[in-house]
């Protein structure tokens, strides 16, 4: 694998690499990885000839209070990683590389819709933060297609948005959601989690899951579904952010004859913020019922 630290010479070796026909496939990340990002890296390989990871740890996405100083930064093991799988190019700057200007100056990149809910209420100026570091990226990369993890389902939904918006010739795809054997969705921020905590920290998609079964019931209460779940979480031990029932699309609140939902939720463990959703398509199940 080559690992590129400039914009200059990651752009030569793409541009070499377009000019020979290949198709480009993208999976921008911010290291630690994990066998769900791993998961991403192998999809963009079936999928393209030429596969670029990039490992930025972005401050733009941080709050001030938030984790950009702990959050972990494992650049050897992650190095490993990628290279026993065969990607191709992983692409590490430094934060002048990106942001020359400094962050202040920096032009930004805002999506106005879907980011001031759910995680953007409690995390303000997180997206744009996302939007405008994946917009560069984009720009410096130029691929065909880009990889999100689907676990972090309103940044995709807001990067398919900015896409659409922009005209930006990026094909978006959804990576599925990995998950350790009791539920709990890998995330490079479960280092975090405490060893007493670990036993019950699956309790976010345990009542995500729960709610999609009294959906699937026919119960359409949907603020005491989120009531109840969040009580089930506090019980468990932990601070739930938010438990929303949301329409899949437009990540509005869900209608009660909405076809297609996504359960999304986060909550607070002692040292991290944990997120996960679930979606639900009930025309098919509907029509699964009826055969
Ligand atoms: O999902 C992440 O790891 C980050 O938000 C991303 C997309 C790499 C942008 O910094």
Redesign the pocket.
């Known amino acids: 694998m080559d690992v590129f630290h400039h914009i200059k010479s990651i752009r030569l070796a793409i541009s070499e690499a377009k000019a020979a026909g290949k198709k480009v496939g993208f999976v921008?990340?911010?290291g630690n990885l994990h066998d769900a990002h791993l998961a991403l890296v192998e999809q963009a390989q079936q999928l393209s000839d030429v596969v670029v990871v990039?490992i930025?740890?972005?401050r733009l996405?941080f709050g001030l209070n938030e984790d950009w100083d702990r959050y972990p930064r494992t650049m050897e093991q992650d190095i490993v990683k990628l290279t026993s799988i065969g990607c191709d190019y992983l692409f590490h700057p430094e934060e002048v590389e990106v942001y020359p200007n400094g962050m202040d100056e920096q032009t930004r990149v805002i999506v106005p819709s879907m980011t001031n809910v759910l995680c953007g209420s409690s995390r303000p100026g997180h997206f744009e933060?996302?939007t405008t570091?994946?917009s560069k990226?984009f720009n410096i990369v130029q691929p065909d297609l880009a990889i999100?993890?689907n676990k972090?389902y309103q940044?995709l939904a807001i990067?398919r948005r900015m896409v659409e918006d922009l005209c930006m010739p990026v094909e978006i795809i959804a990576g599925d959601i990995v998950r350790e054997k009791d539920g709990l969705a890998m995330s490079?921020r479960n280092s975090f989690i405490t060893e007493q905590e670990r036993p019950r920290a699956n309790q976010l998609h345990r009542s995500l899951s729960w709610i999609c079964d009294q959906v699937k019931e026919g119960n359409r209460d949907f603020l005491k579904l989120e009531g109840e779940a969040k009580s089930q979480i506090e019980k468990a031990g932990f601070r739930p952010d938010y438990v929303t029932i949301s329409n899949s699309k437009t990540l509005e609140p869900a209608a009660h004859d909405d076809l297609e939902i996504t359960v999304l939720g986060a909550m607070y463990t002692q040292n991290a913020r944990l997120i996960d959703n679930l979606s639900l398509d009930l025309y098919t199940e509907e029509k699964a019922v009826r055969g």
């Open positions: 921008p990340t911010m990039s930025f740890v972005n996405q933060g996302v570091v994946v990226l999100f993890g972090d940044q990067i490079s």
